[in-house]
């Protein structure tokens, strides 16, 4: 909890934090967490986009080991709390330290990852940090430009990176016994049901679109409403045609997060609105049909108001089910600690789902106060802290007897 306090000290502004991808102040928090790695008896590297990774040796020597990856991201929303990402990178690198501490011999590495962009609030990519880690980076995200025109190419050079080397930097995944994240909660389901931890099932699958709304601007004072093509009322009517469309189906959630308008005069029919719609639910089929009802109705309110308007798809990932035999293990850990095993949904994305793609996930959450997350009011107690660390510490030693060799 301390080492939260201290990262939370490295911010891009002053008065609240945020961590960007290729910032001094990312840069900053990953060395401090270096030397914490190092401090545990790791191996400390980054590779080529800038992810930081801890090795923790298996005990083994003289012959290939598969490897065990544990971690989450260092990188924050803007305005953040300090515990979304870095608590999960802080929880396995405790893990790591009670295994040297208790010279726990293992017959497997534990990677220990923190990944350098999650969040995606420089250059709007999801997991490029763990997509590359993966290499299932699009090239295409290397073109991606942030609000002063760099690319996201030319900000891995800033930090000593290399966008030519992500292909040939792809890890190995063949002897790889899985990906396992904690992470707070960021939903008030674990708070409700008064126990500190619990095990993720599924993570929602997310659609991601820019709608854009075009009527014609005019005089607020002399344009008859009879003759008006409002790009923002027709914008007004699909917001709460989304919010309506969300809750008539069970698991649904569906936001509006940002609406721009032009010419954003108080005396001026605004000529055009744009709107980001994210969609988000664990079933790809359902996500996928709520999608295309909501283009239908964008259609509908944009005929009827004679305004036009086009809906551009900008990034999806699908739902990821948490493999059963390592959620399988890790429930057996939070039993272990005599915590009844709750399962739960994550509506949040997390580094997991590209890992999820080449490699067996599981996740654990973390009770948060109030179900609050992205906010500087974000809290997890550290009762609730010892508890997962706990469950990380028995995590990894049913892991080791279940990969020891058959003599």
Same mark, same amino acid.
């Given at each position: ?14 008065g609240r934090l945020t961590r960007r991808y ?96 999650e969040e995606g609030l420089r250059f709007h990519g ?100 009879? &003759? ?51 969609? &988000? ?14 283009? +239908? ?60 793609? +080449? ?49």
């Amino acid at each position: 909890m301390e080492r939260c306090d201290v990262l939370a000290g490295h911010s891009e502004e002053p008065g609240r934090l945020t961590r960007r991808y290729g910032t001094p102040a990312l840069r900053a928090a990953q060395e401090v967490t270096a030397g914490w790695m190092r401090g545990a008896g790791m191996a400390v590297h980054r590779d080529p986009i800038g992810n930081l990774i801890g090795r923790y040796p298996a005990s083994t020597e003289g012959r290939e080991t598969p490897a065990l990856l544990l971690g989450s991201h260092l990188d924050t929303v803007r305005d953040a709390g300090q515990y979304d990402g870095a608590l999960g990178v802080l929880v396995a690198l405790a893990a790591v330290q009670g295994l040297r501490d208790g010279d726990e011999h293992l017959p497997f590495a534990v990677d220990v990852v923190a990944f350098a962009d999650e969040e995606g609030l420089r250059f709007h990519g999801a997991y490029l940090g763990s997509r590359a880690f993966t290499g299932t980076l699009d090239p295409a995200a290397l073109s991606l430009r942030d609000v002063d025109g760099i690319t996201f190419a030319e900000a891995i050079r800033s930090v000593d990176g290399d966008p030519d080397a992500l292909p040939a930097a792809r890890v190995d995944f063949s002897d790889l016994l899985g990906y396992v994240e904690t992470h707070i909660e960021q939903g008030p389901v674990l708070e409700a049901l008064a126990v500190p931890i619990g095990v993720v099932s599924a993570i929602a699958g997310q659609s991601r679109l820019d709608v854009r709304f075009g009527g014609e601007a005019g005089h607020a004072g002399t344009v008859p409403m009879t &003759r008006r093509r409002d790009a923002l009322c027709a914008a007004a009517e699909f917001v709460l045609t989304v919010e309506a469309a969300a809750r008539e189906r069970a698991g649904v959630v569906a936001t509006v997060g940002q609406i721009t308008v032009e010419p954003g005069a108080r005396n001026v029919v605004p000529g055009t609105a744009a709107l980001t719609l994210d969609v &988000r639910h664990e079933d790809d089929a359902v996500r996928d049909a709520v999608v295309r009802h909501l283009e +239908l109705r964008a259609r509908e309110i944009a005929d009827r108001r004679d305004v036009e308007v086009a809906c551009r798809p900008v990034g999806a990932s699908n739902g990821v089910r948490c493999d059963p035999d390592l959620s399988a293990v890790l429930a057996r850990a939070v039993e272990a600690v005599g915590c009844p095993v709750r399962r739960l949904l994550s509506g949040a994305g997390h580094d997991a789902v590209a890992l999820a793609a +080449l490699a067996p996930v599981a996740m654990l959450f973390v009770r948060c106060a109030g179900g609050i997350s992205h906010h500087p009011a974000e809290s997890v107690s550290v009762e609730d802290v010892s508890v997962a660390i706990e469950v990380m510490d028995h995590f990894l030693v049913a892991m080791a007897h279940r990969s020891l060799p058959v003599a």
